[in-house]
C-alpha cells in the first residue's frame, strides 16, 4: 500500500515536471537568462508554500498519515562542501538542461539521449565517493 | 478540460511541487531525488570501491519507486495530456539560441541538437551530455543535495546550507550560459 503511495507521488511528480516545462532544456537556458519569469514563478511559488507548509507542520500536532512523527533532520554546517558542490551541480545542471528529477520524467517522454546524462550522472556520483576524502567538506 | 492540454503556468505547478513535498512529509518521507544516483551506485556494486556507497540501499526503496513514478508521468504528460509540446520561450531567448546554432528553439520541447535520437552518433552532444551528467552527479552528492532537495526542501525548511547550494548552483549556471556556452556553441 505504501508502495503505491510513493508510485502515484511520483507519478504526479512527473506529470508535473513535464507539464510545467520545468523538464525542458529550454527553460532552463532561459531561466539563467533571465528571460522569463516561468521557471522563478514555479520555484519562488513552491517555496513560498513549502515555507508555510514546513512551519506548519512544526507548530501544529500535525502527524503523518500512519500517526508517525513528521521529522525535520538539520543539515550539516558547512560552506565550502555547499558552495563548491553547488557551483559543479549548477554547471551541470546549465549544460545538460536538467537535474536528478526531471531527467527520469524525459525518459518517460522519450527523449533517448537523456539516458547518457543519467548513467553519467551515476558515474559522477560514483566519482565524488571515490574522491571524497580528499574534498573540502 | 481544455487547459490541462496547455502547458501548465507557474502558479499552478509551483503549487503542484509544494503538495508533492507535502504528500512525502506525510508518508514520512522527504523530498530529494539526487539521493537515488547513489542508490544506484550501490545497487551497482560500488560500495565494494569506496565506503560512502555501504548502506542499505534497501531503506532507499521508496525513493526509487518515486523514480519510478517520475518516468511513468513523463509518459503520460507527453502522451496523453498534450497537444503541442514546443515550449513558448521568450522570442529573444529564441534568437540568441539560434545564433549558437539551436535551430529548434522555440519549436520543440527540447533541443533536436541534443536528444534527438541523431545525438547518439555525434561527437560533440555526447560530450555535452555526458560532461553535463558527469557534473550533475558529481555536483549534486558534493553539495548534498539538487533542486528538490535544496532549493525546495532544504529552503522551506530555512536551511542556511541549502541557501548557500543554492547560490552556488546559480553561480555554476549562469558561469555555464554567460561565459562557457558562447565557447563551446
Known amino acids: ?137 | 478540460m481544455e487547459w490541462i492540454y496547455e502547458p501548465w503556468p507557474w502558479y499552478v505547478s509551483g503549487p503542484m511541487i509544494a503538495l508533492i513535498m507535502f504528500l512525502l512529509l506525510m508518508v514520512g518521507k522527504n523530498f530529494g531525488m539526487s539521493s537515488n544516483l547513489r542508490t544506484l551506485c550501490t545497487i551497482c556494486g560500488a560500495g565494494n570501491t569506496a565506503d560512502f556507497f555501504k548502506f542499505d540501499w534497501k531503506a532507499q526503496r521508496w525513493n526509487l519507486v518515486v523514480v519510478l513514478g517520475a518516468v511513468i508521468g513523463g509518459f503520460i504528460g507527453d502522451q496523453f495530456l498534450s497537444m503541442d509540446t514546443a515550449v513558448a520561450i521568450n522570442p529573444e531567448t529564441v534568437s540568441d539560441l539560434k545564433s549558437l546554432g539551436f535551430e529548434s528553439a522555440g519549436t520543440a520541447y527540447m533541443p533536436f541538437e541534443l536528444f534527438d535520437i541523431s545525438a547518439f552518433t555525434d561527437v560533440k552532444s555526447l560530450a555535452v551530455l555526458t560532461i553535463g551528467g558527469l557534473l550533475v552527479g558529481f555536483g549534486t552528492r558534493y553539495a548534498g543535495g539538487c533542486t528538490s532537495g535544496h532549493a525546495i526542501s532544504g529552503l522551506s525548511d530555512l536551511q542556511l546550507p541549502s541557501l548557500i547550494a543554492v547560490i552556488g548552483f546559480f553561480i555554476g549556471g549562469l558561469t555555464m550560459i554567460h561565459f562557457i556556452y558562447p565557447l563551446i556553441f
Open chain 1, 1 to 137: 500500500m505504501r508502495t503505491v503511495s510513493y508510485l502515484i507521488i511520483g507519478i504526479l511528480f512527473g506529470i508535473t515536471m513535464f507539464k510545467s516545462e520545468a523538464a525542458s532544456w529550454f527553460r532552463i537556458y532561459e531561466m539563467f537568462k533571465f528571460e522569463s519569469f516561468h521557471m522563478y514563478g514555479i520555484i519562488g511559488s513552491a517555496l513560498v508554500l513549502g515555507i508555510i507548509v514546513v512551519q506548519a507542520i512544526k507548530l501544529l500536532p500535525i502527524k503523518s498519515f500512519y500517526g508517525e512523527k513528521i521529522n525535520f533532520s538539520p543539515k550539516a554546517k558547512s560552506f565550502s562542501r555547499y558552495m563548491f558542490g553547488g557551483i559543479i551541480f549548477g554547471l551541470g545542471w546549465a549544460l545538460a538542461g536538467a537535474c536528478p528529477g526531471p531527467m527520469f520524467t524525459l525518459v518517460g517522454a522519450g527523449f533517448a539521449p537523456i539516458l547518457v546524462v543519467i548513467v553519467s550522472s551515476i558515474l559522477g556520483t560514483f566519482l565524488y565517493g571515490l574522491l571524497r576524502n580528499k574534498l573540502p567538506h
